[in-house]
């Protein structure tokens, strides 16, 4: 031992150290353990060092932490070290982490409330823990189901299923999971729809007995154990339920944070409704018992939703609508009399207001008169041996009995409902067995513990002590079953605990005894208590408290206060308020107290009442009840119905689930260690592991000890004996005898030993790794220095090489490197010497000139200088004499300025004298009178020159006019001379302009010949670029023409890859379709079992049953025709009226009647579309006749124009002309001048010009009545594109008006352009004119070159139109001749396959014009070819019925009318044709390949041919397919014959006598591969001899003749089609029977690779497996199973196609259940794992590989599960492996991946974790990706089956019907 404490405590050891606020704490040893150390040096995982004291006397260790592989299992009990530590450790990472809930512990459940909806209780889950082992699974509520259920089918045994935990810990959730899983298990056993009451009863027993706490939301405040009833086939029946101990107080009074019970606040949330207004409610605020919590709302829940949920239980129950109106009656008087108000009359009474409102309506509601009620609320009475007193009630005590009576109120309706509950689940058979679901409080302790603390934890001890004897009970069953020594184990046993409480003199005895006092009070009682108990070592008495007591529980002290106990134990209600009620007129009320004694105490029943319900105290009605002293208190009655409730569970196997509520603040996903550890320790966890540690808790089967430790063995040590080699192996490694024990089939570890085994096998497989990778480090080392080495000596070689070689090259460089130079020197001297003399000469040169130079410039600068100095010297001379001169003129006027100013001055004064004035005016006078004189003279000469005026003025106008023209002729020539003048001297300047440019010019030539050069080598340069940008051009335009093609490609490839989508769509809505379709044939088959099985239930023994089936086919079946309906209309209404189920023949009529309708209906749509196209038609003629007039209304309006321009032009010619010629004679001009002549000249041109433009116009005239005569006769189709836009144009002008004001515009605008020619004459008019007229001219002609044109094209076109359309009706011709000439089925086939490459040729030119609308143009196409096979089967069917018709009346005409020999003419011969007699019955001979039976024989036929056929013995000794070519045959003959009621029977009995032996044998698969075969060649036949084109082209003459002549059985090959559908379903259900117990054993659990996963421990849960060990199946197995699936199905003949289609059922089913179980399974979640599950994909694909199945499409089937082992062995750490996750794993949902990861799971110590973050940033990256949410893949999926056709090449008339099948009454005909 101390050798392995020091190998276990050493240096980098984890341990777990107390911790106050983590409960525990990791730490890390950092110096190694030796025996005798006082502490231990520890390092936290934050990296603080600490010193761990020991305790000095015990020296206990701390506890070692499990190995990181043993950290999150499924099974506490596989820890290597048990203890509380590592328990609470393993439930954090697993709910933390992994986010996983349950976990086993043993044979308990621990369930964690994750506080949120997980997607784990779906139906898929469901379905995939149905059957499956208890251990083989991850832990689930489900799997406990499962394991009771089976248990209870296999042993015969009861169940149990415990579920406590405190409140808000889910019990009540896993309550309602657990019943769920066994309503969908099971099912019912009858049409009642019992499992769907089972659940209903759960909202109702929520409404009624749940209630919101500080804790809780939904928290049950009483206790309910369901006994869900099952039949002899474990089948649900019914289900009956006990309560215990309601929460009545919680009616009356809530602490904060808390409400009453739910159905109060649903009622006043519905108050609104009209059918609740009479309870006159409101809302929960208005009345004290739903408000004193102050918290009346739940966070997301509607009480109004959930009042209708209640009400549908209600209904569902069998609780009708007035009963329901009844019990809201009930609850809400409850309501209004905790409003009454009593208020204190004087100290020792109290009173009711008169007329209170709220106990007025509730004596309304309860039917009782207010006076009474009022009464004996105050009031009490007192009985005694000889009086009856009346006492009156103080306030408190009145208001108690108010309260008292509503808990009672409320506790009799809560019993009433739970008695029609049962009512409603009772069963009507005999229960077989059942299983039991208790849902009760878990241990509870608070601040203040009252009594109903007290009886919890008096119930919870009850079960903790049943729960500790299962638990030691199972390990001694274990320990005998392996024979091993063992001894008692020690364990905690609370006996003495239950004795305290419930033994004689105990506290419950003690209580009741108090409770019969007359005076007794819970001091009293607590005095008895200290007094009686003080002995006891579990009761203590607090130190500061005398009415409280502690009593040491299994899970923890609890102390409990005394107030209270005595009053909640008795439970009294005055007898009084009793009779009051009893008396109501509300029948409800009066049921609910009808049972109700004459005791104080009736809140509860008696046990003997059936044990429904166990609320409170019922007096015993043998007594008398008047005696207080015999009343069951609620305590004695709690007792006995809990010893009720432990006999029920001793009776039964108990299955245990402890529910931990991980936080108090109700968030999810957060754990508070604390809070947990308590919880363990309360419920009894942590104690099932002190009793597994203190056996041996780690159990191993030597197969899985030998295959996890084979590395810590030698090879000596292995022997044949694995149990031997085990043996001695471990009594090597552990020295110690007492660590193991060896059993039967396995070998138990005490705890630790596991892990100390896993540190030798973690230490060998290190040491095996360190020697491995020291091995192959030195070979890679070894390897590199030997690489490193050739290539050194290599780089050697090759370099001293280069460095000789490069030696002799430099050394003749050297040699010629000097001959070089010297020549160079030489060379480099002479040219530098003749370079120095050239450039002294030129030096010397431009020096001498330059001198020279300058001494000319300094000569001429010296004359210059002269000159200069010359002009300046007379400038300055002039300048003195100009300045004397002014100065001396100043001084000349200033001086004659002074001297008129002399002058002035004197003059003035001289004017002012008088004499002066006098001496003026006298001069004036005469000067007067002389003026006088001359202007009378003046006068009359005026007078005498007027006269001789006008005399001369007519002689001036003359003479002035002559002067006039002269000055004008001499001023033109002036201005002749002036011009001729300034013409000489313009001439002049020109001249010296020229000599000055001609000198200038040859400046310039000499620059520009410079620039040519310049130019020439620019544009050279120029050139080049322009041919590099050229080639670069021709680059881009190559790449540009790639990239269109690379873009055309890609639009093709993209088109395609649009149709191949748009195609692969239309298969899958196919193939959804068609499951749907085969699903609603699976559906109707399952109902026709089911009546089958009803009928055969019903009927009586040696009644013969009818073939209702038969019966029911034949009807169905029958063959639909005319004829055949009215020769046997009344055999089939006798069918009918016999027929179980008619729906098919009523269905095919009804499709009958709708197809005729629809065929009448595109009748008339034809119709209605051909004179839609021919008023359409008649409406385009005429609107292209209106288009057409205007338009040559247009045309004729131009004309008209242009005449008028012409006369006007015309006009405006001849008048001036007239002017010119008029005007020569005045003008200075002549006629012959150059001036007239070059005017004359341009008008005669312009006249000739005239003339041209109108004969242009009049051949226009001329075109446009061709035209308009040709347009006539013109179809509207004839219009080309651009008349078309030009009519339509032309179209929008409304009238003439319109029309001319266009043309005017468009003449206005060509005028406009015209040029000016003003110069040519004054006002320039005639020019624009003439201008304009060209102008218009030519656009006319244009306008009509183009119209010219466009008609050519146009006629041109429709001539190539109407070839083209002559040539599509000649082939259309020849089409149809053809199609004529073709049976039906290949005409229809012609004519889809004609129509079908038009509508594509039309979709391409179509896509060709618009791409965009391909995708429309598609999608319009598939419909009209969906619509034209519609028409075709349409045709199809009436030209078959037809045919048909015609052949039986030919047939019937024939033998009426012809003769023998006619009658005996086969339908290829002439009627002329010579026919010998000979001939006739050897052509009778020649028809062969039928068999004749007798109707009489029928039965037998079916018999022998296929219910008591043996498939075996056919398949191997006889053709594939005899029985259907068997049938066949017969069928041929019945057509030749003409018998339709023999081929309606033949047929019917064959389909049913098939359903017949499928439904005996439908487990076989040999049986239901044969006839799915010989259904497929029997409707094969059908197809093949049917006539039809379509199906006869892989027939020989011969075959063809064998065509059935008489009957079209199309409606029958679909009947017969749908049989094989139901037999294809019944082999794939076969097969996946036989598969799935293989699957998951031989795809997950077997090693195909022996060594790459060793198991890990398992713990306890394989201890509850509930099959028997048996061989497991491997990967070979399914193999083997699938070559024999294969080798049978081909040895029937089936169909390859068919096959391929079964293999890929069977692979799904494979991939899927491997898949699912995988998800499912946390210890199947490793990297070894991933190989293996490759490996065995692996080995499938080589199978089909073997088969040839590869391109079944089995493959992809296997892609999820190929992906999943994927995602198992790749990296899982940074974000690039995120990354490549998710672009690998695309046929996995985003919840399976996170699934895996969160499963992940190492085997290995080298292995790691999947880190949370890595998770979260998977999830980041998938959140957009769609998929559907569910987890698991249905396994209930089936493909959509298909039967191609396939032709047999086997001639009937070569079958030979062998001897052994007893069929000799047929006759070969």
């Known amino acids: 031992m101390n050798r392995e404490l020091e190998y276990m405590f050493v240096d980098c050891a984890r341990v777990w150290i107390p911790d106050v606020e983590e409960v525990w704490k990791s730490a890390e040893l950092t110096k190694d353990y030796k025996n005798g150390d006082l502490s231990l040096q520890l390092m936290l995982e934050d990296g603080t060092n600490l010193e761990h004291k020991l305790d000095p006397k015990t020296k206990n260790l701390p506890y070692l932490r499990n190995p990181d592989i043993l950290v999150g299992e499924n099974d506490l009990t596989a820890l290597s070290y048990l203890h509380e ?53 991850d832990p689930h509520i489900f799997a406990v189901a499962e394991e009771a259920y089976k248990q209870m089918a296999r042993d015969e045994r009861n169940q149990s299923i415990i579920v406590s935990g405190e409140s808000g810990a889910g019990k009540t959730v896993s309550a309602k999971y657990a019943m769920r899983y066994f309503a969908t298990v099971s099912g019912s056993a009858s049409e009642a729809n019992v499992e769907e009451k089972v659940l209903a009863s759960n909202p109702i027993m929520e409404a009624i007995g749940n209630a919101k706490t500080t804790r809780n939301d939904n928290s049950s405040r009483f206790g309910k154990y369901i006994e869900i009833g099952f039949d002899n086939r474990y089948r649900i029946i019914g289900a009956n339920m006990r309560t215990y101990l309601l929460e009545k107080s919680r009616v009356v009074f809530q602490a904060d944070e808390e409400r009453n019970y739910h159905i109060f606040y649903q009622l006043c949330a519905s108050s609104h409704l009209p059918e609740f207004k009479n309870l006159k409610l409101s809302k929960a605020n208005d009345f004290l018992y739903t408000r004193q919590g102050r918290s009346p709302i739940i966070d997301g829940v509607d009480d109004t939703k959930e009042l209708c949920t209640t009400r549908n239980a209600f209904s569902l129950l069998g609780i009708n609508e007035s009963y329901q109106m009844g019990l809201f009656q009930v609850l ?49 009475k007192l009985k005694t041996a000889s009086e009856t007193y009346i006492k009156t009630l103080p306030r408190l005590q009145a208001t108690n009995a108010r309260d008292a009576l509503s808990k009672h109120i409320y506790a009799k309706l809560f019993n009433w409902i739970v008695e029609h509950v049962n009512k409603a689940l009772v069963a009507d058979i005999k229960q077989h067995s059942f299983i039991g679901v208790l849902d009760i409080y878990g241990f509870e302790t608070f601040e203040i513990n009252s009594f109903e603390q007290f009886c919890i934890n008096y119930a919870n001890e009850k079960l903790q002590q049943q729960f500790n004897m299962h638990v030691f009970k199972l390990e001694q069953e274990e320990y005998m079953k392996e024979q ?20 004689k003199m105990g506290i419950l005895d003690l209580l009741d005894e108090e409770c019969r006092m007359p005076k007794g009070s819970d001091d009293s009682w607590a005095q008895k208590l200290y007094t009686h108990l003080k002995t006891c070592s579990l009761f203590e008495k607090p130190r500061m408290s005398n009415r409280a007591f502690i009593i040491q529980h299994f899970a923890d002290k609890v102390e409990y206060q005394c107030e209270g106990f005595l009053e909640k134990n008795k439970d009294t209600v005055n007898e009084e308020q009793i009779k009051v009620l009893k008396a109501s007129k509300f029948d409800l009320l009066v049921e609910l107290f009808k049972d109700e004694g004459k005791a104080t105490s009736p809140t509860g029943q008696a046990p003997g009442t059936g044990g429904r319900t166990r609320l409170s105290v019922k007096p015993d009605k043998s007594r008398d009840s008047s005696s207080k002293e015999h009343k069951k208190t609620v305590g004695c009655q709690f007792r006995n119905s809990l010893q009720m409730l432990m006999e029920t569970l001793n009776a039964t196997t108990p299955h245990y689930v402890r529910c931990i509520k991980p936080n108090d603040f109700k968030q999810a996903f957060s754990f508070d260690p604390m809070r947990a550890v308590q919880q363990l320790r309360a419920c009894g966890v942590l104690e099932t592991i002190r009793i597994s540690a203190a056996g041996f808790p780690s159990r191993w089967t030597y197969q899985e000890f030998f295959s996890r430790y084979r590395v810590l ?7 044949s004996d694995k149990k031997l080699t085990c043996r001695n192996v471990l009594e090597k490694l552990v020295q110690d005898q007492d660590k193991y024990q060896f059993g039967q089939t396995k070998i138990f570890f005490r705890a630790g030993q596991v892990a100390y085994l896993e540190k030798l096998r973690a230490d060998k497989l290190r040491a095996a790794c360190i020697r491995i990778q020291k091995t192959i480090r030195c070979w890679l080392a070894r390897k590199k220095y030997m690489r490193m080495r050739d290539a050194a000596i290599t780089i050697q070689r090759f370099t001293r090489g280069y460095q000789a070689r490069c030696l002799a090259k430099f050394i003749r460089r050297t040699l010629a490197a000097i001959v070089i130079q010297k020549y160079q020197k030489m060379y480099v001297a002479r040219k530098r010497y003749r370079q120095k003399q050239t450039a002294a000469l030129a030096i010397q040169t431009i020096l001498r000139a330059y001198m020279a130079r300058q001494k000319y410039q300094a000569l001429l600068r010296e004359h210059k200088a002269v000159i200069i100095q010359k002009h300046a010297r007379g400038w300055l001379a002039r300048r003195w004499y100009k300045r004397c001169l002014s100065s001396i003129v100043y001084l000349q006027c200033c001086f004659r300025r002074m001297r008129a100013r002399r002058e002035l001055k004197k003059l003035k004064i001289e004017a002012r004298s008088v004499e002066h004035f006098k001496k003026l005016n006298k001069g004036m006078e005469n000067k007067i009178m002389q003026l006088q004189r001359k202007i009378d003279e003046q006068t009359k000469e005026n007078k005498c020159v007027n006269e001789k005026l006008v005399g001369l003025e007519n002689t001036y106008t003359t003479e002035s006019e002559r002067l006039r023209g002269e000055l004008g002729r001499l001023r033109g020539v002036e201005e002749d001379a002036r011009s001729k003048g300034n013409q000489v001297s ?120 009818t073939d209702s089936t038969h019966s029911s086919n034949e009807s169905e079946y029958t063959y639909n025709s005319e004829f055949a309906e009215s020769e046997e209309g009344s055999r089939a209404a006798e069918d009918l009226t016999r027929g179980m ?128 005569e040709a347009m006539q006769h013109k179809d509207e189709k004839e219009t080309m594109t651009e008349v078309a836009v030009h009519v339509e144009d032309i ?26 020619f003003q110069k040519l004459n004054e006002d320039g008019e005639l020019w624009l004119v003439n201008q304009g007229l060209k102008e218009t001219i030519r656009l006319l002609e244009h306008q009509l070159q183009t119209q010219r044109r466009n008609y050519d094209s146009e006629v041109e076109s429709l001539r190539g139109e109407l070839q083209n359309v002559k040539e599509e009706n000649n082939r259309q011709q020849q089409l149809l001749a053809q199609n004529l000439q073709l049976p039906p089925e290949a005409r229809i086939e012609a004519s889809l396959q004609h129509e079908i490459t038009r509508l594509t040729h039309e979709n391409l030119e179509q896509v060709a014009d618009d791409p965009t609308a391909s995708r429309e143009a598609r999608v319009i196409i598939l419909r009209r070819m969906v619509d034209l096979m519609e028409q075709l089967e349409k045709q199809d069917r009436t030209i078959r019925k037809l045919k048909k018709q015609l052949k039986v009346y030919s047939k019937r005409i024939g033998e009426m009318g012809a003769g023998q020999a006619e009658g005996q003419t086969s339908p290829g011969q002439m009627v002329d044709e010579p026919i010998h007699p000979v001939n006739i019955p050897r052509r009778e001979k020649d028809f062969q390949g039928m068999l004749e039976y007798k109707k009489e024989d029928e039965l037998k036929l079916v018999k022998n041919l296929i219910l008591e056929l043996k498939p075996r013995g056919v398949a191997v000794n006889l053709i594939p397919g005899l029985p259907a070519y068997i049938l066949f045959m017969c069928l041929r003959h019945a057509d030749y014959v003409n018998d339709d009621q023999k081929v309606r029977t033949l047929l019917t009995s064959t389909i049913n006598s098939i359903k017949k032996i499928l439904k005996k044998r439908g487990d076989d698969f040999e049986t239901v591969s044969f006839w799915l075969a010989n259904t497929c060649r029997f409707l094969h036949c059908l197809k093949q001899y049917s006539g039809d084109e379509v199906f006869m082209k892989q027939n020989t003459s011969r075959q063809n003749e064998h065509c059935l002549s008489n009957f079209d059985l199309t409606e029958y090959r679909s009947v017969i089609s ?84 079964v293999v890929k059922q069977q692979f799904y089913f494979i991939g899927a259940v491997t898949l699912n179980n995988l998800l499912l399974r946390k210890d199947m979640c490793s990297w070894s794992k991933g190989m293996q599950i490759r490996y065995n994909v692996s080995q499938l694909e080589e199978w089909l590989r073997d088969k040839g199945l590869m391109n079944c499409g089995a493959k992809e089937t296997l892609e999820p599960l190929i992906q999943a082992a994927q995602l198992l062995q790749v990296k899982k750490k940074t974000d690039e492996d995120a990354e490549a996750i998710c672009s690998m794993c695309l046929a996995l949902t985003t919840a399976q991946i996170v699934k895996v990861l969160n499963l992940y799971t190492p085997v290995n110590e080298f292995e790691e974790r999947v880190s949370v973050s890595f998770i979260r940033t998977i999830q980041t990256r998938l959140r957009d990706r769609y998929g559907s949410p569910q987890l698991l893949m249905d396994t209930k999926i089936i493909y959509p089956i298909t039967f191609p056709f396939n032709p047999s090449s086997l001639a009937l008339e070569t079958v030979q019907i062998p001897s052994s099948l007893n069929l000799a009454f047929l006759t070969r005909v």
């Open 986 to 1105: 313009c001439l002049l300047e020109e001249l010296e302009k020229l000599r000055k440019e001609l000198s200038t010019t040859q400046q310039e030539k000499k620059i520009i010949e410079d620039w040519v050069q310049t130019y020439k080598s620019e544009m050279e340069k120029m050139v080049s670029e322009l041919k590099d940008q050229n080639g670069l051009l021709k680059k881009e335009k190559d790449d540009l023409n790639r990239l269109i093609q690379e873009q055309s490609q890609q639009m093709t490839e993209k088109m395609a890859r649009a149709i191949a989508a748009e195609t692969q769509q239309l298969e899958t809505d196919l193939n959804e379709e068609r499951s749907r379709y085969q699903n609603l044939l699976t559906e109707h088959l399952r109902l026709e079992e089911k009546y089958d099985d009803l009928k055969e239930h019903i009927s009586k023994p040696g009644h013969r049953r």
């Open 85 to 137: 530590p590592a328990v609470l450790h393993n439930l954090k990472v697993r709910f933390i982490d992994s986010k996983l809930i349950y976990t086993y512990c043993g044979i308990v459940l621990v369930a964690i409330n994750p506080y949120e909806t997980l997607p784990i209780y779906g139906t898929d889950i469901i379905n995939a823990y149905s059957g499956q082992n208890m251990g083989d699974m």
């Open 1618 to 1701: 749908d049989l094989a559908i139901q037999i294809y379903q019944q082999l794939i259900k076969c097969m996946e029977n036989i598969l799935y117990p293989m699957i998951v054993s031989g795809m997950l659990e077997h090693e195909t690779i022996q060594g790459v996963s060793g198991a890990k421990p398992t713990g306890l849960r394989k201890r509850t497996s509930s099959i028997a060990d048996e061989g497991m199946n491997t990967l070979d197995s399914i193999l083997r199973q699938l070559n024999a699936f294969h080798s049978t199905m081909c040895q029937h003949g089936t169909d390859p196609e068919l096959i391929k289609q």
């Open 713 to 719: 063995m030698k090879q000596k040590d292995v022997l």
């Open 484 to 503: 091993i020594p063992w001894t008692l184990i020690d364990f905690y046993d609370n006996q003495p605990c239950i004795n305290l409480i419930e033994a």
């Open 332 to 380: 809400a008087a409850i309501l209004h009399l905790g409003n009454v108000e009593i208020r204190d009359r004087d100290s020792d009474s109290s009173m009711i207001p008169p007329n209170n409102d709220h106990l007025t309506k509730f004596c309304e509601l309860v039917g009782i008169t207010y006076e009474d009620m009022a009464q004996w609320l105050c009031h009490r």
């Open 1141 to 1268: 189920d008619t729906s098919l023949t009523l269905k095919l009529q009804k499709r009958l009647t709708e197809l005729e309708q629809e065929k009448q209906s595109l009748r008339n749509e034809l119709e209605n579309k051909e004179e839609q196209f021919q008023r359409a038609r008649a409406r385009d003629e005429s609107e292209f006749k209106k288009v057409r007039g205007a338009e040559l209304e247009y045309e004729s309006l131009k004309r008209q124009e242009l005449e008028s321009e012409n006369k006007k032009l015309k006009h405006d010619l001849a008048e001036m002309r007239k002017s010119l010629l008029g005007g020569t004679a005045a003008s200075a001009g002549a006629p012959g001048s150059p001036a007239y002549k070059v005017l004359l000249d341009q008008l005669n041109s312009s006249c000739e010009e005239l003339e041209v433009r109108k004969e242009e116009v009049l051949i226009l005239r001329s075109q446009l009545v061709s035209q308009k």
């Open 1291 to 1316: 179209s929008k002008l409304k009238d003439a008006d319109e029309l001319k004001q266009a043309y005017l515009g468009l003449k206005d605008t060509n005028r406009s352009a015209a040029p000016d």
